[in-house]
């Protein structure tokens, strides 16, 4: 069974840096793509960046510039370094996962992942 948990989030003031973390156990797999998503209030979930098990990463137009996704293998932790945050940037970030699909195929379609974490609020005030 495969867990996901996020964490690191939290309230900054507009062009402040966050770096979420996400913790994944039960993950024996040795192809994947893992993804960063965001919902903002009254928005639909958007990606924010994804990575393979061979560090290819790939961001949305989203945060791009911005961010920077990385993971550490040996802990199983992914994590996403934002800066310059602005108040648009408010919402829930997830971790997902997915076991089915290669990133380039999966990309930022949410349907395309199988597990996801509980969500990590960031909020960015002006």
């Known amino acids: 069974q495969v867990h996901l948990v996020e964490s690191g989030g939290g309230s900054v003031q507009a062009g402040g840096s966050l770096r979420l973390s996400c913790a994944a156990s039960?993950?024996?797999?040795?192809?994947?793509?893992m993804a960063w998503f965001r919902q903002g209030p009254g928005k639909e979930r958007e990606g924010v960046a994804n990575m393979d098990e061979d560090d290819r990463t790939d961001y949305a137009d989203s945060m791009k510039g911005r961010v920077t996704i990385s993971q550490d293998n040996a802990k199983q932790i992914l994590y996403l370094q934002m800066n310059n945050l602005k108040p648009e940037d408010t919402g829930v970030y997830y971790c997902?996962?997915?076991?089915?699909?290669?990133?380039?195929?999966?990309?930022?379609?949410?349907?395309?992942?199988?597990?996801w974490g509980q969500g990590t609020q960031v909020t960015v005030s002006s």
């Open positions: 997902a996962a997915t076991t089915q699909w290669y990133c380039d195929v999966a990309g930022f379609d949410a349907r395309d992942y199988d597990y």
């Open positions: 039960g993950f024996t797999y040795d192809d994947y793509c």
